[in-house]
């Protein structure tokens, strides 16, 4: 993470959530995985992410769930530290600083207390070697522990996760790397050593590439490189061991994993199908073809119920025990390269790039999430080395999000290049974009550039495409002949200049001008007339980079060289406003401000320059940004403002910037106040006060008396028992992990209770009438038995007043009790008193 006063370069969605093996809970519910710094819950019947674990500073190498708690899980990353959650509330344990990084965890129930980690070997500085260590845990109450006992186990093992293995009961762990099988009986605190030929006979290779231990037999499956599986046994003799093999996969096996009976044995490779295969019958197999992508990882869940792989283009798949897929979790599909821009959806706010082969992919910067994918080059992808294919490389939207347009090619060995042009029209009710025209060869040569007009005002839709074969175009939708139709698209215009090859081109805000680059000259062109307005000559080297200023720098016109040189035009004057030396990879401007961001390379790394064209000082400036050069961003706008007061964030206010480094990492800025707001946010449970009045709320403490009290609040009534509101029993209860809590019916007989004592006060109104009636009714037949008494004076008790007007709020006992004692005949007393 790069720090520069109040603003960081953070990872912010689209990580890689097929880096590591997935982990599914012991109830099935539950799926976690490694997702760059974080380690992300997920739901496996809604594929919504719950959780997001935010505590690591480096990249996650391994998720493990605590063999002796099922409810917690372990996560190790390369930052040294081996981190406790407890994942049902998202909420960290303890922290166990380890100081070395860590590649890989293990554990297993017969070894309480210690965790098995892979770290680089201390004798060797440039972490080529690695070595399995145990790592005893400290028992201590405090949340970050210093943990150095590291006692080592094996040397020279792989980093790779799937390399190393627990045996059955944990009385031995395997590990593999090139030809070598190593196993390590901890009973016997021996290790031995099991070697294969580097080539079979038929020239494939032996390597191995992954291992499982069955869970009940002394059985090893290793998968290699040629294919082959290979079933070891008698291992624990280090001359009289033998193995099995099987073979299905044509190419390498990138993952094997038995079921936790041990029934059977599941694979998984480049056929992006997952075999099945019967243990002690392995002619028996069962295939789940066509998953759509290579399988990097197998994981089972405890209870068997489910299966999950992980895919080479960022997707996990859960499938159920029958062999039926239940639920897919896609993430961010990353290539070897994005060859369209990053582009912003207006209608989604989504990002659109390159995703699967021939497809655009929409992914929710918002909710990480990948809203769907869009088949573009509408054919079947064939996968096989060498043969060329149509592959999306160019993508734009329209200011509305009504249109999109695509460009697609493809170049056969000792063939002419193919193209397409198509242009997509949004469709409400499918709320997809739906093809609307094809245009076959829209260009005798490559296409360079393509850009919309982004006029919002504009009476009408105008795409421009520049292409090396010395020509621009300008397309337009003609309204529909027949009332079934819908528009269509046809070039409008064919431009050139001087037979020079168009290499960049871009509209003003305003949609008034259209300036399209050759070589070391810009031309301004009235997309209205079509009329050449002007031309701006540069120094020799082709211009790479052309960018309008928006809102108040709406005049200017900026663009760059190709000897690293960033120019801005004033298009008033038709003259070279200023320019500076840099050597800028990419120009882009925010569409919500006047600012613009330039990325520089430089000694290997890259920097960023927010600047306005009106000023000579740039807004911001971060040097090593990140390493290697920045070729795609894109400024995608906020759903809320933020209220940044300091001058270097307030350009972040409205929008903000994301880039791909070369690594294929989504990156962007954030100011810390933001970053802990969301820590903050993921930490808490928010409760919407509009939440209906009811028993159940009044326990969770948000009941507020009202300042004005009820006015028959002071006329008799029942006593009522006072609810447990913000009382620290029902914090603690509250706040409290949900599998430490007391049994259900504790907890339900207390709810029952507050539901019998919460009546409404029209209720308690209703009682008190129907009281005080049935009492007036039973002083009317009292006062006829007590005629022949003399009656009592008021004034005989000059102190007294009325009992109603004087009286505190009686409890029901007390008003039964109060009505038999005015049954009774007191005239006796009256004698005593006139005697």
């Given at each position: 993470m790069v720090e520069h006063g109040d603003i960081r370069v953070v990872h912010r969605g689209g990580s890689k959530i097929n880096y590591r093996e997935p982990v599914i809970t012991n109830d099935s519910k539950l799926l976690l995985c490694a997702s760059g710094e974080s380690v992300k819950v997920f739901?496996?019947?809604?594929?919504?992410?719950?959780?997001?674990?935010?505590?690591?500073?480096?990249?996650?190498?391994?998720?493990?769930?605590?063999?002796?708690?099922?409810?917690?899980?372990?996560?190790?990353?390369?930052?040294?530290?081996?981190?406790?959650?407890?994942?049902?509330?998202?909420?960290?344990?303890k922290t166990y600083v380890i100081g070395y990084p860590v590649y890989a965890i293990y554990a297993s129930a017969n070894h309480e207390g210690v965790i098995f980690i892979v770290t680089p070997s201390a004798s060797d500085k440039r972490s080529e070697l690695f070595q399995l260590v145990a790592l005893h845990l400290p028992q201590s109450g405090e949340q970050l522990v210093e943990a150095g006992e590291l006692s080592a186990v094996l040397e020279d093992v792989s980093s790779n996760p799937r390399a190393t293995v627990f045996g059955r009961g944990g009385e031995y762990i395997a590990s593999a790397k090139d030809v070598h099988l190593q196993v390590y009986f901890f009973k016997k605190q021996k290790s031995y050593r099991f070697p294969l030929k580097e080539d079979n006979k038929k020239g494939g290779k032996n390597t191995f590439t992954c291992i499982a231990c069955h869970p009940k037999d002394d059985c090893i499956a290793t998968g290699h490189e040629d294919g082959k599986i290979r079933l070891w046994r008698n291992f624990n003799h280090r001359k009289e061991y033998t193995y099995a093999t099987l073979h299905w996969h044509h190419n390498a096996v990138s993952s094997v994993c038995f079921t936790p009976e041990g029934t059977n044995l599941l694979s998984g490779g480049l056929e992006s199908v997952l075999v099945q295969w019967r243990y002690n019958q392995e002619s028996q197999r069962d295939f789940l073809p066509r998953l759509g992508a290579a399988i990097t990882h197998i994981a089972v869940s405890p209870d068997g119920a489910l299966f999950c792989t992980s895919h080479s283009d960022n997707k996990i798949t859960i499938i159920q025990s029958c062999v039926k897929v239940s639920a897919v979790i896609q993430g961010?599909?990353?290539?070897?390269?994005?060859?369209?821009?990053?582009?912003?959806?207006?209608?989604?706010?989504?990002?659109?790039?390159?995703?699967?082969?021939?497809?655009?992919?929409?992914?929710?910067?918002?909710?990480?999430?990948?809203?769907?994918n869009l088949d573009i080059v509408q054919q079947e992808y064939i996968h096989e080395l060498g043969l060329e294919q149509f592959e999306v490389v160019m993508v734009d939207f329209d200011a509305s999000g009504n249109w999109m347009a695509t460009v697609e090619e493809r170049k056969p060995k000792a063939a002419e290049l193919e193209l397409n042009l198509k242009l997509w029209e949004f469709d409400e009710q499918t709320q997809s974009f739906v093809l609307n025209t094809t245009v076959s060869a829209p260009h005798e040569a490559r296409i360079t550039a393509m850009c919309f007009c982004q006029a919002t005002d504009s009476q009408t839709t105008m795409l421009v495409s520049a292409s090396k074969d010395g020509h621009f175009k300008a397309w337009l939708p003609r309204p529909a002949h027949a009332e079934d139709e819908g528009p269509s698209w046809s070039c409008d215009f064919v431009g050139t200049y001087h037979s020079l090859v168009p290499e960049c081109c871009c509209f003003s805000a305003d949609g008034s001008l259209l300036a399209v680059s050759f070589r070391e000259v810009v031309t301004v062109w009235s997309p209205a007339s079509w009329e050449l307005l002007a031309t701006l000559s540069q120094p020799p080297k082709a211009i790479r980079?052309?960018?309008?200023?928006?809102?108040?720098?709406?005049?200017?016109?900026?663009?760059?060289?190709?000897?690293n040189l960033l120019c801005c035009w004033n298009l008033l004057t038709c003259s070279l406003e200023w320019s500076t030396s840099m050597d800028v990879g990419l120009l882009l401007n925010d569409p919500l401000t006047e600012n613009m961001a330039a990325f520089c390379c430089q000694a290997g790394h890259t920097d960023l320059f927010v600047f306005k064209p009106s000023e000579p000082r740039p807004v911001f400036s971060l040097k090593a940004v990140c390493s290697g050069r920045v070729t795609r961003a894109v400024f995608a706008p906020r759903e809320e403002m933020l209220e940044s007061c300091e001058e270097s964030s307030q350009w972040l206010n409205r929008s903000q910037l994301y880039f791909l480094t070369q690594y294929m990492d989504l990156m962007t800025f954030s100011t810390k106040a933001e970053e802990d707001r969301l820590m903050a946010s993921s930490k808490q449970l928010v409760i919407d006060d509009s939440v209906a009045m009811t028993p159940f709320y009044l326990l969770l403490g948000k009941?507020?008396?009202?300042?004005?009290?009820?006015?028959?609040?002071?006329?008799?009534?029942?006593?009522?028992?006072?609810?447990?509101?913000?009382?620290?029993?029902?914090?603690e209860l509250l706040q409290t992990p949900a599998h430490v809590l007391p049994s259900t019916s504790f907890l339900c007989s207390m709810f029952v209770e507050s539901l019998l004592v919460s009546v409404t006060d029209a209720r308690e109104g209703n009682k008190h009438a129907e009281e005080e009636m049935e009492s007036e009714k039973e002083e009317e037949d009292s006062e006829g038995e007590m005629e022949s008494s003399t009656s009592r004076p008021e004034q005989a008790l000059p102190g007294a007043q009325s009992p109603e007007s004087a009286a505190p709020p009686l409890t029901k006992a007390q008003v039964r009790e109060l009505r038999r004692v005015k049954k009774l005949d007191h005239g006796w007393l009256s004698g005593l008193l006139h005697s």
């Open positions: 739901s496996t019947s809604t594929e919504e992410c719950v959780h997001d674990l935010r505590g690591h500073t480096d990249l996650v190498t391994g998720v493990l769930l605590k063999p002796s708690n099922h409810l917690q899980v372990y996560s190790c990353s390369v930052d040294g530290t081996v981190r406790l959650w407890d994942f049902t509330d998202g909420v960290l344990i961010l599909v990353k290539g070897e390269s994005v060859k369209t821009d990053l582009m912003v959806d207006p209608r989604s706010k989504s990002l659109v790039l390159n995703g699967k082969p021939g497809h655009l992919q929409f992914y929710s910067l918002q909710r990480d999430k990948l809203l769907y980079n052309l960018c309008f200023g928006r809102l108040s720098c709406s005049k200017y016109l900026l663009g760059t060289t190709g000897n009941h507020r008396k009202q300042e004005n009290p009820d006015p028959l609040s002071g006329s008799p009534s029942a006593e009522r028992t006072p609810l447990p509101q913000g009382s620290v029993a029902i914090k």
